[in-house]
């Protein structure tokens, strides 16, 4: 079957929650990204078989962001485009999209990412409100109307915060951090251990743009529409970042038992990222020197209340389909989505009890050695544009394999609702 | 049936009448049509048991694209012209005249004596997309003679009759509508279909519904007092009048004759009204005004058969174009190639400098969108065309790169060696630039035959011409391809070959510097200003100088004069003024001063400076500023810079505002009389200098053209 070579990718810089690129629309910022992959890949557009974008809440102005955002950007019509939601892992599912089509023979150039704008997506009117005023525009005589109107009460007008609403897991009742809460408690992880984590990626992603590491993989966004009109960094990381300072915050998800602080969750963030995937024989024909593959890919679905362990899930079947073990893995990217989430996964992928009765596995997944998980920090530090991550994390797993000249890569993620998802890359 | 018309019947008893000149591939009014035309009304007339009549274009591209202007040209006398008048006007009466309904189904493009003959029907039907109905024959000096200036204020108020008349402007669908122009817009696709419908509708009802609609839309106050009233009239084609004399210092013949005949006409009956209109109409095909505006036509037309080369190559089509510099001139750039929906690329070393060029290329669409010639949708798509950057990324996709960095050499010369490095194989390179020598920049390239000058004019989105300047090593290809371009961007292309102020620049230098040499003589150079405005140009010299910029006017000034040191005396002014950092309008200071982009008074330190009030010799002052042109424009046709007098024209007219109704430069002075300018050009010799020293090029020949 044929294998699926990364071109290149870029993404966008990834900013605060209402901050630098809250009035940019998630079409344009995925726009972006997909035009500046074509510029600096220097691809004929007219070669482009598909555009897949994956999006956690896509915009009530544009359903099928895919499409909306591949013509923004100069995708010819006749690219057909569509969008995939598989919530945290959407950016890695329109990966895998994408090495599918090519696998079939179906395509040999997509371009795949992810965006999340998550400073737009909009806040609700009540159902109460929203009967109401249907039953208001129903009515005949003047009144009937003026019966309907004088029934409005001040409480039907608060509007509901679509991220809130988003970030809550309908299922099982529990919003994200109360699921990594859960964890903490299972697994007894304490505050300072998250804490420590939480320092560890504002320290990792402050020292990655410090040395220049971030600059190639982000690129600038010149925005007519606002102030400031060049943004160039991401801007979630806290340079000085201080236990200390993480310690004075209080914990939000379980405010009496917890320690799952915002300090030492993923932030709200609005990013996008996009990448150049190809068939790798086409590739070569055309003369593009591929800087990774995809070697194999994994989902599986886990309890939802638990979801943070989704990479303890996913992650095995990925190795298993690539013929490998956790000690091939050189480099790993493991969605910051909570610390205590990630130090859970830790504990699961070293527990021979965790794989007997999860996994029927005898043995350990196998170690996650800390001296190469997420070495440039992660989305603690530069935040979790859910439909965005995936593609991110592939993206900047494949630069650093490149630095580090690795051949085995490993990039994972929990997926709110109970799934995990991992990819396995390769350089060879 | 004949040759360029023909009708068929409806059961229902309409006659459809289709439009379609078989000697072009648009139809034109030439007198083989005309005759067509007035054939097929005398076959409808006489067929019984015809209700109505629909006239359509059996052309895709459009109704009717005017007057045959070849035929035109050869009008000489006002007698001729009265005739050509009358005959028109007669065939178009003969529709007014039918006792059966007519109805016009406009397609597409009505211009000129199309106008006039839907204004003859009782109905008119407009396609929504394609539809433009213009009268436009103000802008080559004469208006409309075949009903036009009486039908049309019968129609739709004196008001607006007199802003289509006056300035010739296009009004597409939906303005015709508002106006009452048009009876009903129609989906483009539908339109002969729903023509007919349409007639059998009118059958029936006689069209109340549609005339009470239209006399709705041409009743206002305004409308009252003007429409129905002789005084009222009076006063406003009064006032429209001495607006056209402050605008045209009564350079402009056409415009006031066409008010004659509103005011003459309008008072009387109808008949009485095309007389005059026709008498009129003679009297303004005969004006050397309408010959050269007609020769203006002309030149605007001549580079669509061009391809600006004499050997045949094949043009690539570029996809995506980069930019390099987001300065004034890269943004305006930018835009322009957005809006004609080019992918663009824009490079600067600075993202504030990228930025600012992004927002220059918003800006010029913002005013796009308030002028409602783009809607905000379609602004946005055409912004989405540019992105912006700070490396090369991009480069390697594009087939041309239109350079508009600094005007410094080694800048010029390095950026060009960064993006030779990623630019492909065959793609061309051209430098916007408005005196460097292309040759010295192709010296050190790599593919030096793949680059040439592609000389914008500022501001870009209102000046039509580009200047293609060919350099030592370039090849034809790469002129062809830049030629093309600026076709496609609307702009009116010469090629120039590569020479120190390229065309225009060269002859604004040497008209500029007499222009300083004379304030300095003593001159008031206010007053200057004012005769050349009276003369015709947009603006006189010193308000030019501030409006390139005073720095750039010394730049070229010191290339020109160090070119031309032998014969040129290079006046000091500008160096001096420099040198107190005055820059013109950009510094909001130079020989005026200005606020918020306008004019406000001259500068006090400059009447210091320039102290002279010498406000004599009116003629002799123009002349040494003109004639110093035309003998500079001999001298660039004598050493081939241009190859035709055509080109210097065109220069000057699309590029320098030179008055159009003096038919250009060379026109002008064929106008003039080279014999006479040869002699005024020998006498000044002796009076102010060698400068003025006639060239054989023009002693030896009786006229340019």
């Known amino acids: 079957m044929p294998r699926t070579a990364i071109i290149d990718g870029v993404r966008t810089p990834f900013t605060k929650f209402n901050t630098v690129q809250k009035d940019i629309k998630a079409s344009d910022l995925a726009g972006y990204v997909i035009r500046e992959v074509i510029e600096r890949t220097g691809i004929n557009t007219g070669k482009i078989d598909h555009v897949v974008i994956g999006c956690g809440g896509p915009p009530a102005d544009a359903p099928n962001i895919a499409r909306t955002s591949a013509l923004k950007a100069g995708v010819p019509v006749p690219v057909p485009a569509y969008t995939v939601q598989r919530n945290c892992a959407a950016g890695m599912q329109a990966l895998t999209e994408a090495c599918m089509m090519i696998q079939l023979g179906h395509a040999k150039v997509v371009i795949a990412g992810g965006v999340e704008s998550m400073s737009n997506i909009p806040f609700f009117l009540k159902k109460s409100f929203q009967n109401k005023l249907t039953s208001l525009s129903r009515a005949k005589s003047i009144w009937e109307k003026l019966k309907i109107a004088a029934s409005f009460r001040p409480h039907d007008f608060s509007p509901v915060i679509g991220v809130v609403l988003g970030l809550t897991d309908t299922y099982c009742g529990l919003n994200m951090g109360e699921t990594a809460e859960v964890l903490a408690k299972r697994y007894a992880i304490t505050r300072v251990q998250q804490d420590e984590f939480a320092v560890r990626s504002h320290q990792r992603v402050t020292a990655a743009w410090k040395k220049g590491l971030y600059k190639d993989e982000v690129m600038t966004i010149f925005n007519t529409g606002g102030k400031p009109d060049i943004i160039m960094e991401d801007n979630g990381h806290r340079t000085d970042q201080t236990m200390n300072a993480l310690a004075k915050l209080k914990p939000y998800f379980d405010r009496r038992f917890g320690t799952v602080t915002p300090g030492n969750s993923s932030q709200l963030t609005d990013g996008a990222a996009a990448m150049l995937l190809m068939d790798e024989e086409y590739a070569r024909a055309e003369g593009y020197t591929p800087k990774a593959y995809v070697r194999s890919w994994g989902y599986a679905g886990n309890d939802p209340s638990t979801m943070g362990l989704g990479p303890a899930f996913a992650a095995p079947m990925a190795l298993d389909r690539a013929g490998l073990a956790m000690k091939d893995i050189q480099l790993i990217e493991l969605n910051e989505a909570f610390a205590a989430q990630v130090i859970a996964n830790e504990v699961a992928f070293s527990s021979k009890k965790f794989a007997q009765e999860n996994l029927g596995r005898s043995e350990p997944i196998g170690e996650i050695d800390r001296d190469i998980l997420n070495v440039n920090g992660g989305a603690i530090a530069l935040g979790h544009p859910i439909g965005a991550s995936g593609t991110r994390l592939v993206l900047t797993l494949t630069k650093e394999m490149e630095r580090r000249d690795c051949r085995y890569g490993l990039a994972t993620l929990c997926v709110g609702g109970g799934q995990g998802a991992a990819m396995i890359i390769e350089r060879q | ?705």
């Open chain 2, 1 to 705: 049936m004949n040759l360029h018309t023909s009708f068929e019947i409806t059961e229902t008893g309409v006659a459809v009448l289709k439009l379609d000149n078989k000697d072009a591939s648009l139809n034109l009014l030439g007198t083989s049509f005309l005759k067509s035309f007035n054939e097929t009304l005398t076959e409808v007339s006489t067929k019984p048991h015809v209700k109505a009549m629909v006239i359509c274009s059996a052309k895709k591209n459009g109704f009717i694209a005017g007057a045959d202007l070849n035929e035109l040209a050869k009008i000489n006398t006002a007698e001729d012209a009265q005739k050509a008048a009358r005959i028109g006007q007669m065939i178009f009466s003969r529709i007014a005249d039918f006792k059966i309904p007519t109805i016009a189904a406009i397609n597409g493009h009505c211009m000129g004596g199309g106008t006039e003959m839907i204004l003859a029907c009782d109905f008119r039907l407009a396609a929504k997309e394609k539809v433009g109905i213009a009268l436009p024959e103000i802008r080559l000096g004469v208006f409309p003679g075949w009903g036009g200036t009486q039908r049309l204020p019968r129609l739709i108020s004196l008001r607006n009759a007199l802003d289509m008349i006056l300035t010739g402007k296009e009004y597409n669908a939906l303005k015709a509508y508002r106006c009452g122009l048009v009876d009903k817009v129609v989906p483009d696709d539908i339109l002969n279909e729903y023509a007919v419908q349409f007639a059998e509708e009118i059958i029936r009802t006689k069209g109340v519904k549609y005339i009470a609609a239209r006399r709705k839309k041409a009743r206002g106050v305004v409308e009252l007092l003007t429409d129905k009233n002789f005084i009222g009239r009076f006063i406003m084609l009064t006032i429209a009048k001495q607006q056209i004399l402050k605008k045209t210092y009564g350079n402009y013949p056409a415009p006031l004759l066409a008010i004659k005949a509103m005011l003459r006409g309008l008072s009387k009956p109808l008949e009485d009204g095309l007389d005059i209109e026709a008498r009129l109409f003679g009297e303004a095909a005969a004006t050397i005004e309408h010959k050269n505006l007609l020769h203006i036509f002309h030149l605007h037309e001549r580079p669509k058969k061009q391809t600006g080369v004499d050997s045949r190559v094949d043009l690539i089509k570029p996809q995506n174009i980069g930019v390099l510099g987001a300065g004034v001139m890269g943004g305006a750039i930018v835009q322009l190639l957005a809006y004609k929906d080019f992918p663009v690329r824009m490079k600067d070393i600075a993202g504030p400098m990228v930025i600012k060029g992004l927002k220059h290329a918003e800006s010029l669409f913002d005013d796009l969108v308030k002028q409602r010639r783009l809607t905000p949708l379609e602004k946005q798509r055409k912004m989405e065309k540019i992105s912006g950057t700070l490396s090369y990324d991009g480069f390697q996709r594009t087939q041309l790169v239109i350079e508009a960095v600094a005007e410094k050499m080694p800048i010029k010369k390095q950026v060009l060696k960064e993006v030779e490095a990623c630019m492909q194989e065959n793609a061309v390179y051209a430098s916007n630039t408005s005196a460097l020598s292309i040759s010295e920049l192709q010296a050190e390239a790599k593919h030096p035959e793949r680059i040439c000058g592609m000389h914008f004019f500022n501001p870009v989105h209102k000046m039509p011409l580009v200047e293609v300047i060919r350099g030592a090593n370039t090849n034809d290809k790469t002129v062809a391809i830049i030629f093309d371009l600026s076709k496609k961007l609307n702009k009116t292309p010469i090629v120039v070959k590569d020479s120190p102020g390229f065309l225009v620049n060269r002859l604004l230098g040497v008209y500029l510097n007499e222009a300083c040499l004379l304030a300095q003589e003593g001159y008031d150079f206010q007053w200057i200003d004012f005769i050349v405005k009276k003369f015709g140009m947009p603006m006189g010299p010193f308000r030019l100088i501030d409006e390139v910029g005073i720095d750039i006017v010394e730049e070229v000034g010191r290339i020109l004069g160090e070119a031309f040191h032998d014969r040129l005396k290079t006046s000091t002014l500008p160096a001096n003024i420099r040198q107190i950092n005055l820059l013109g309008k950009k510094g909001k200071k130079g020989f005026y001063l200005y606020r918020n982009n306008r004019r406000k008074a001259a500068n006090p330190y400059m009447l210091k400076l320039l102290p002279g009030s010498r406000q004599e010799n009116n003629q002799q002052v123009i002349q040494r500023m003109m004639y110093l042109m035309v003998n500079e424009a001999a001298r660039c046709l004598e050493e081939q810079i241009i190859s035709t007098p055509q080109d210097v024209d065109t220069g000057m007219v699309f590029g320098a505002g030179f008055p159009p109704f003096r038919g250009g430069l060379c026109k002008w002075a064929d106008n003039v009389g080279l014999k006479s300018i040869v002699e005024t050009l020998r006498d000044f010799k002796d009076l102010f200098g060698k400068r003025f020293t006639p060239v054989e090029y023009l002693i030896n020949r009786k006229t340019f053209y």
